[in-house]
């Protein structure tokens, strides 16, 4: 199913294993297309979940994670650095693509070498994209939560609908009733449902998500919410998913992935695990949950025996008083906004596409890629279906005061780049999130709304308890 | 089908389920929508179709009912003689299959209607004796005289509505042409009786007129069939007898609600028949309709909903059609069976998903147009067209052979030789036994479902 590009492409052909060079559309020994994905050569399960993972090395207490320096007594945040200047890295500790520039700083998770299939480190182009996994160990040991800590995380609420759903008129003819299924007595139409519009804010962080102008329904969901770390510091945390359409129930995959990751990390999180590991764990966590809904019952297989199991794709982000964690599967993006608008702003993930694997993998340009029409396809979603479960995660340490804006592609076609994103952003975003993720979506409606538009806005660093909006 | 034990603690009414299957997605400025309705009873506690079923339940136990056997005594019913002893032999079968308890009378027809058991304007309770006694009237029936339908059908009315019971139901055998009334009364007749009770008709021998048969059973939400060897009624009488011991719940209406300014093109059965109901609705309140699906048992069945709604923009949801069951009552009220079935329409950009058409739907409209090419292909020849003969019943045996309905593909092979049933290319028989095409006549509107 899942068809990504190898490391291998560009060394070897696929094919016949002749070497290659780097930007050859087709092999030079036996002709093979190289812009047709070649599929994994051997199947590999789902990942195994089986608890936390910390990094190995790391001290037998856990806690090993830098920690973010605290608020001042003024209540300023401690010096961070640049984006741009500190390279993320993935869930192997490797480094991140282009756009972060390689100084790698304290990652927080070591390197360690690709697994044995995969080609030698030496034949991967600098710029390229690592999916390689690294390895799990066997056994995990697992932390003792803290019970103080452990006894009063902040639950994310499910998202409050925008308008009250118990409205008895039909919006559409303003004539008739509105029936128990939520369907005009009098014309039929459909009346607006609750997650045709949803709008959350909790703490420093604030969600918007809408149906859009051109889908019968919202098959995006988020989760936002906020915690204390084991030193008192606050994190804020959003998760935002995009059903994927082809499949059954995308609104539901959607909905169960936000709300498993978001209630992973705020427990987490409060315990002292690393964000780093905790974002991962939370991508497993709603990998499971989504898994979960293809065990349908057996009258509605029975209905539709040939649909996909439901799928869909997660990005997410936790911010602190020092740190920015992103993680994804799929093609949602987290973008960094610099509060200074001098500085650059800068896409945080690496989308598990056609388009982005062609780019990464050396086979066509940029241009090129998402010219052709399979360049949206993505190769990277929860699911049953998903051939492996690969959770991309990266670590920053900002150097300045920005916003984090966490979306999906309904958002980010109306403002692809970085400086696109940028633009699109109000300049008080860190103080408004709330207002800033209504500007980020009314400018996707704006653009034509052609698919279900999900933002959420977190303010970096993460403010202190008590500053802004409780 | 079900077997085993039977189960005295089940419920005797069934439980009514309603599965919509159809494409909802339609391009900007579609209109139709196309939906196929399966409502399957379940859980009354007894089968249509097993040889157990009429002991499944103990004098009491079953849903009360009455039966009215008609059984044809014009004169043709002795050429050839075998014909009314086969006849007196499958009524007593029909007799012996009775469930004791439930009323039940032998109408004999011709021009005239008469009461051959128990007489009196009276219905018997079936039990031993009363059994016994039937079958020994049946000894003197014999044939003599002419044929008047709709005399047998008033009678047989009179008699059931003269017990109190949930169920009624008449089954009727003839061998000739409805000769002795015109048209209209045996139509004013059907018309009188809708509704009042269910019945199967049956055609014994080849004399008798198709359309007449068919049509008493379509009015009266019944099978049709043709037993064309007067040997074959016994075990075809016990049979139906065996179904009608299975009805658990009469008179249930297929409701139909639809929005403002929908239009229903129309609404069909389509499984295990294919039979017309857009013309028979009853008003039921504002937007709604009701259509006649007559008694139930355990059993299944497919409707054809096809309604045309106001187009709305690309992202629109409406709820086209409502699909519910009800039983009406006497003043006015009705009771709701519980099941219903959204259709529903969404508009979308997305020409993959409004172009492809619901596998049920298209299954349908197929074994719809079978039906109905038969018809006309059997019309077209008798009038002699045989080019147009030719070209309708060829699509019959490309229809018959692409949607697997094998019985009627058979049934076509009788009638014309199959050159290529792929392309639908074949030759009209020369010499055409009438049994077998009249068989296919009664039986076109027999369909499969879709394979699973």
Redesign the interface.
């Known amino acids: 199913m899942s068809q990504m590009p190898q490391q291998a492409a560009v060394s070897k052909c696929p094919s016949c294993e002749e070497p290659l060079e780097s930007g050859d559309r087709f092999c030079g020994a036996c002709g093979y297309d190289l812009s047709a994905v070649p599929a994994r050569p051997q199947d590999s399960p789902t990942l195994a979940m089986n608890g936390s993972v910390p990094a190995p090395g790391s001290p037998p207490d856990g806690v090993d994670w830098p920690v973010a320096p605290g608020a001042e007594s003024s209540g300023r945040p401690a010096p961070v650095h640049l984006p741009t200047d500190l390279p993320g890295t993935d869930s192997g500790g490797s480094a991140l693509p282009p756009e972060a520039p390689h100084v790698p700083q304290q990652p927080p998770l070591p390197p360690e070498p690709p697994l044995p299939p995969q080609p030698p480190a030496a034949d991967v182009p600098a710029a390229g994209v690592r999916f390689d996994r690294r390895q799990e160990p066997d056994e995990y040991p697992l932390q003792a939560p803290d019970p103080r800590l452990a006894a009063d995380p902040a639950v994310p609420a499910p998202p409050a609908p925008a308008a009250a759903a118990d409205g008895k008129v039909c919006v559409a003819c303003r004539a008739g009733r509105v029936d128990d299924d939520g369907y005009c007595e009098n014309c039929g139409h459909a009346q607006p449902r609750e997650r045709d519009h949803m709008e959350q804010e909790s703490g420093p962080v604030a969600a918007v998500s809408d149906r859009g102008l051109r889908h019968h329904r919202n098959e995006d969901a988020f989760s936002v919410g906020h915690t204390a770390l084991p030193d008192g510091t606050r994190a804020a945390v959003a998760i935002v998913c995009d059903g994927v359409s082809s499949a059954t129930r995308p609104d539901d995959a959607s909905l169960a992935a936000s709300r498993a990751a978001g209630e992973c990390l705020l427990a987490a999180l409060p315990r002292g695990t690393h964000p780093q590991q905790a974002m991962h764990d939370a991508i497993v966590a709603a990998s499971q949950a989504v898994n979960a809904l293809a065990e349908e019952p057996a009258t509605a297989r029975e209905h539709a025996p040939h649909q996909n199991a439901p799928a869909c794709t997660l990005v997410g982000a936790v911010v602190t008083a020092g740190l920015l964690v992103v993680g994804w599967v799929g093609d949602s993006r987290v973008y960094w906004v610099p509060v200074d608008r001098s500085a650059p702003p800068a896409r945080l993930t690496e989308d598990d596409s056609w388009a982005a694997q062609m780019v990464a993998a050396g086979l066509m340009s940029e241009a090129e890629a998402y010219a052709d029409e399979r360049a949206h396809a993505i190769t990277g979603w929860l699911g049953a279906d998903a051939y492996e479960l690969e959770p991309h995660t990266a670590s920053f340490k900002p150097d300045r005061p920005g916003v984090v804006v966490v979306c999906t592609d309904g958002l980010w076609n109306y403002a692809e780049s970085a400086e696109e994103m940028a633009e699109a952003v109000p300049h008080d975003a860190a103080a408004r999130p709330l207002h800033s993720a209504r500007v980020l979506v009314g400018h996707a409606l704006d653009g034509g709304g052609h698919d279900n538009v999900t933002v959420a806005v977190l303010p970096f660093p993460a403010p202190p308890q008590g500053a802004g909006s409780a | 089908m079900r077997s085993g034990m039977a189960n005295f603690s089940k419920s005797n009414v069934p439980q009514f389920s309603v ?1 919509v ?1 159809q494409n909802e997605y339609l391009p900007e400025g579609g209109a139709e929508v196309n939906a196929i309705v399966t409502v399957t009873a379940t859980g009354g506690g007894t089968i249509g179709s097993a040889v157990a079923a009429p002991h499944l339940y103990s004098p009491g136990q079953g849903p009360s009912a009455a039966v009215a056997l008609m059984v044809d005594c014009s004169g043709s019913m002795d050429y050839p003689p075998t014909k009314m002893r086969n006849a007196r032999d499958a009524t007593a079968a029909a007799i012996d299959t009775l469930r004791d308890g439930v009323h039940f009378a032998v109408i004999g027809g011709t021009h005239v209607a008469k009461e051959v058991y128990p007489g009196g304007g009276r219905l018997a309770v079936a039990g031993a004796a009363t059994r016994d006694q039937a079958k020994q009237a049946l000894r003197k029936l014999s044939a003599g005289g002419g044929t008047a339908i709709g005399t047998w059908l008033r009678l047989a009315d009179r008699l059931l509505s003269s017990a109190d019971v949930a169920i009624r139901h008449g089954i009727l055998l003839t061998d000739g042409r409805n000769e002795h009334e015109s048209p209209e009364d045996l139509k004013a007749a059907l018309d009188a009786c809708a509704g009042r009770f269910t019945c199967d008709a049956r055609g014994v021998g080849t004399d008798w007129e198709v359309r007449e048969v068919t049509g008493i059973a379509s009015a009266l939400l019944g099978s049709a069939d043709i037993v064309a060897d007067p040997a074959g009624l016994a075990a075809d009488f016990t049979q139906m007898m065996e179904t009608a011991m299975g009805k658990e719940v009469a008179d249930v209406a297929l409701r139909l609600w ?5 239009t229903v093109k129309f609404v069909k059965q389509v499984a295990p028949t294919v039979e017309e109901l857009t013309d028979r609705r009853t008003e039921a309140g504002p ?1 709604a309709g009701d259509y006649p699906t007559g008694s139930w048992g355990d059993e299944s069945r497919d409707y054809h909903v096809c309604v045309e ?1 106001p187009p ?1 923009g ?7 059609a ?1 699909v519910s069951l009800v039983i009406p009552e006497p003043g006015g009220s009705v009771q709701n069976l519980g099941a219903q079935g ?1 259709v529903r329409a ?4 997305d020409m993959a998903a409004s172009t492809s058409i619901n596998p049920q739907v298209a299954h349908y409209t197929g074994q719809a147009e079978l039906a109905q090419v038969i018809q006309q292909g059997l019309d077209l020849r008798k009038a002699g067209d045989i080019d147009g003969a030719t070209a309708k019943l060829g699509r019959a045996v490309q229809l018959a052979g692409a949607s697997g309905n094998a019985d009627t593909a058979k049934l076509l092979a009788k009638v014309v030789d199959v050159v290529d049933a792929a392309t639908g290319t074949v030759r009209l028989k020369a010499k055409v036994e009438e049994a077998d095409e009249m068989t296919l006549e009664t039986r076109s509107t027999k369909t499969v479902r879709v394979k ?1």
């Not at chain 2, 639809?258 to 929908?262: D, K, L, R």
């Not at chain 2, 690309?314 to 086209?320: H, N, S």
């Not at chain 2, 969404?346 to 950009?349: C, G, I, K, R, S």
């Open positions: 599965d299957y639809t929005p403002v300014g929908t937007r709604v709305a690309i992202g629109q949801e409406m709820l086209a409502r959204l969404v508009w979308t950009d699973k």
